[in-house]
C-alpha cells in the first residue's frame, strides 16, 4: 500500500526540509589518509585536548570529532554516512542494535594491549558479546541508585523510600523512562530489560506521588534543586554524585539499595565502514590506558573506568573510587538492549505515570 | 464605487506591494509551511522516519491518543488552565500599564518605562525561569522578605505550584500585552475622554463606556499572541513546576526528545492546534458584534 523506502524518505526529506533539525548533517568526509573521525557526545573523555595532543605526537594520526545528542542520532549518524566515522561511543545496551543492522564491526581485544587491565565482567559483558564476539571495547561505567541528604536522612537500604510516608514531598526522580522503569522493577523483583508485569511497575511507580516533589532531567537542575533544598532523596547517578561532593560540596551520599542499582557501560567501537580500522583501535587503546583515564578523572572529571588498572591508580581517597567499589558490580543489573516496541510501552507508561502524578 | 481596471500607477503600487510582501511571505514559506507540512506527514506515519531502512507505514492511529490515554485530557485541560489564567493577568496587568504609559507620560521617562516593559524579551528564557525559581522557593528571597517584615508568619514556598508556573509564564508574555493594548490606548483621541466627561460620565464610566471598548481589540490580539504559546509551553512548566508540571507542551517534548515517537507528538501538537482554533472560533462569534465597530 502506501509504502516508501524509508532511506529515500528520509535522505530526501533531510536534505530538503528540515536538514539541521535531523541532525543528519555531517562535515564531509575527511581528505588526509592520517586522520580518524570520532563520534561520541560533545566533552566525553575522548575529545579532551591533553590526550588528543598525546596522541597525535605518539602515532601521527589527527583526531577529529563529530557529536550526537542521542543515541537514536548516534545510529543514524552511522547509518546515513558510511565512511566516516573510525570510532564510535556507543552505550553497550545499543551495541545489538547496531550489530544487527552490521553498523560495527567485532574488536579482538588481544589487539589492544590496555585490554588486558578490564575488569572480567566487562571483557564478556552480555551487551558486548554477540555470537561468541566482541563488538567494542569496555571504556566507562556508572550506576543509577539513590542519592540521599547527609545529615537528615540516613538508613535508606531500599527504593521503597521513595514511597516512604517519612519522605512526603521531599524526593526528586529522574524524568528517564528507561531508568525509572528499571527502579521499578528492581523494587518487583522484575528483570529491568524485560519486565512481565508492566502493570506492577506502573502501580509501583503511581505509589511515590505522595514523595514525589519533582523530576529533574539535567545534572545542572539537579545541584540547583539540591542545593536549594528542594528534596532530600532522589534517583541519580553515581559520577553526579561524586561530582556533587567533589565540585558544588553538595551534602549528598550515594547509597546502593538491596534490591541492587541500575548499571550501564559505554564502550568504543569500531564501524564497519571505517577505512582507518587500525588507526581507530589504537585510538581506543589510548583512551583505555590508565595514565589518560587518571589525568581525565582527577583533572574534568569522569565516570569509573572498565580498566581496574586505571581504578588501581586513582588516588586511595578518590571519591570516584569510593563510589564504584568493584564489589557492587554483582549487585546490578545492566541496562541491555530494548526492542523499539518496549521501549515505546516504557516510554509510554512513563508519560501516564509522570500526569498521574501531576493531578 | 465600481471597480474600474487598474491603471498603470496602480498597477505600479500593486507591484512594489508585491515587491515589499515577498520577503516576509517568502520567509515564512519556507521556514512555517514547509516544516509543518513535513509534520503533518510525519503525523500520519508509525515510526519517526529518521534512520532505518524500514518501510514507511501510514496509519491515522496517532490521532486517536486523547481516546487510547484518557489521561491526555487532564493533561490537556491543565495546558488550557494555563493559558486562561496567564492570558486573564496578563490583561488584569498589562491593560493599566498600557493606559499609564500611553495617557500619563511623556518624553524620555516614557521611554525608560517602554525599556523597563520590554526588558523580559531580552533576557534568555531559561535564566529568567531559574531565577524565579531562587525566589519563589522554600526559603528563598521572597520567604525571607516576608519573613523580615512578617518574623511570625508562616513559610511560603510557592516553587512546584500551579501559581509558580503562571508567575512565570506572566513574566514571560506581558510584554506582548502591554504593547498591543498600548497601541490600542495611545490611538484615543482626548477629545472622546472629554465629551465623556462633559456629558457627566465619572472616572469609572469613561473607563467601561469609553476606552475599554476602545482597547478591545489591543486586548485580544494580546490574549491571541499569548494564549497560544502558553498552550505549548514546556520550559515554565518543568522548572517551576516540579511534580505538577506537566503539560501538553511537555508531554509534545517529550515525544520529541526523548521517546524518539516524532508521529505521537505531531499528531498531539496538530490536535491541541485544532483545540485552540475551535476556542478562537467560538471566542470570536461573541466577540465580533463589539469588535467591528472598534476597529473601525
Redesign the interface.
Known sequence: ???????Q??RL??A???AG??G?WTPSARAAAKTITVLNWQGYGTDEAFGLKAFTEATGTAVKHDYYN?E?EM??KL??NPGVYDVVLVNSARDSQAQA?NLIDPVDLAGVPNAAGLAPSFKTHPNITIDGKTYGVPWVWGMNALAVRRGKVSGVDSYAALADPAYKGRVALF???VTEIAVAALLTGQSINDPSDMKAIGDKLKSF?DD????W?SED?WN??FA???FDVSVFWSGAVARAIHLHDQPVEFVIPKEGAIGWLDNLCIPASSTNKEAGLAFINTMIDPKFYVQWATGSGAPASANNAAMDMLPADDLNRRIHKPEYLSKLQFMGALP?ER??AF??LW??V?????? | MTAAPMSRPDRRRALGTAALLLPAYGWLLVTVF??LG?MVVFSFLK????????????TTHNYLAFIE?P??V??AW?SLRLGFWTTLLCALIGLPAALALARATRGRFRQVLFLLTVLPFWTNGLVRT?SW??LL????ILDDALHLVWPSAGSIGL??TFPAIVIGLVHAYLPYMILTCYLAVSSIEDGLIDAARSLGARGPAVFLTVILPLALPGLVSGAILIFVPVIGSFMEP??L??????TMG??IE?QF?????WPLGAALSFTMLGVVLVIFALFSSVLRGRLMPAAA
Not at chain 1, 514525589?212 to 523530576?215: D, E, I
Not at chain 2, 515510526?47 to 501510514?58: D, W, Y
Not at chain 2, 522557593?137 to 528563598?140: D, T
Request: no cysteine; glycine share 10%.
Open positions: 500500500m502506501a509504502r516508501v523506502d524509508r532511506r524518505f528520509t526529506g533531510a530538503a526540509l528540515a533539525v535531523t543528519s542521542s537514536p545510529l543514524t547509518r546515513t543492522e524524568d528517564d523512562a506521588k514525589v516533589k519533582l523530576t532531567s537542575e540547583k534543586a536549594g533544598g528542594a523499539d521501549r515505546q516510554n509510554d508519560e501516564e509522570k500526569a498521574f502524578y501531576a493531578h | 514547509l516544516p513535513a515510526t519517526t522516519p529518521i534512520g532505518g531502512s524500514k518501510p514507511l507505514v501510514f490515554r489521561y491526555l487532564d493533561v491543565t531559574f525559581t531562587m522557593r522554600e526559603g528563598g516553587l512546584y518543568r522548572i513546576g516540579g511534580r505538577i508540571g506537566v511537555t508531554v517529550d526528545t526523548q521517546a524518539y515517537n
